[in-house]
């Protein structure tokens, strides 16, 4: 048994699953509902309308696929199904990579599912986004969702049960999402000048959602709004390398996250 087929076992769960359906309703809700902002102000590139988009979808993506990724790993230990996968000959990275995949192909299906009906609504009503912003938007979701659940990755490996793993993924959320701004103003406030940058920079790298957020803002042409201490994120992401260079980061972290995981994952391995 290898990964692929632990992906395939993950994505027929998840379709099982009504946690996934009751996800799929509520972001085509929130798909819709941010169409019907973009038909009140119709506005492109990046806006005060465009930004409101993206922190909507900054609160509920990253929650949503912290839960989901969490509860999955832990399910497998709650309900014996990791002891039984364990008699078969299957690596634990395997094991940690195939949940990924499968994982991820349940999230962005939701994702794509919910843009899909959006994209066909803007359509026929003219109030859609233009196609390159609508792609940045996906790109954004798509970004946050398998950043967010190779952190989930770890969270689940971590827990020991569902509660434990529901504490773990709203802190994370909390801190990564809602205090972030607050969080590091309180830290670089602190911080001699000649600190501040190098650290800003390390902090934003530890932070998908942030990573993401600048990646994408910039894209839609907002970069002016980010300041001066992000002159020189804005000049390597307007490059032409600069998508190359952000995936190429993304998927160092999501790596890294995974192997992470997979240490902690066979070190109980292996005390039984």
Known sequence: ??????????????????????????F????????IINAQYFSQGYSSTTASMLNLT????????????????????????????STYPISTLSFIAGKYMGLSTVLLTIVAFGYGITGVAGYFTGKGLAAES??????????????????????GTLSRNRWQALTFAVTVWFFAIIGWPTLLISLLGVLPYVWIKPMLTTLTLLNPAELVRLFVVVK????????????QWVHWMNQPSG??????????WILISIGFANLIWERGRSRG
Do not use: D
Request: hydrophobic share 60%.
């Open 1 to 26: 048994m290898n990964a692929l087929h632990i992906a395939l076992r993950e994505i027929k769960i998840g379709f099982r699953n009504p946690w996934s359906y009751s996800f799929i309703a509520l």
């Open 28 to 35: 085509t809700v929130f798909s819709l509902s941010l169409l």
């Open 58 to 85: 900054l609160y509920l993506l990253p929650l949503m696929t912290l839960l989901l990724g969490a509860f999955s790993l832990t399910a497998e230990k709650e309900e014996g199904s990791w002891q039984l996968l």
């Open 134 to 155: 609508f792609g940045l938007f996906f790109s954004f979701s798509a970004g946050l969702v398998l950043l967010f659940l190779a952190i989930a990755i770890i969270l």
């Open 220 to 231: 839609l042409g907002g970069g002016s709004v980010l300041g001066p201490e992000y002159y």
């Open 243 to 252: 998508g190359i260079v952000f995936t190429l980061l993304s998927l160092a």
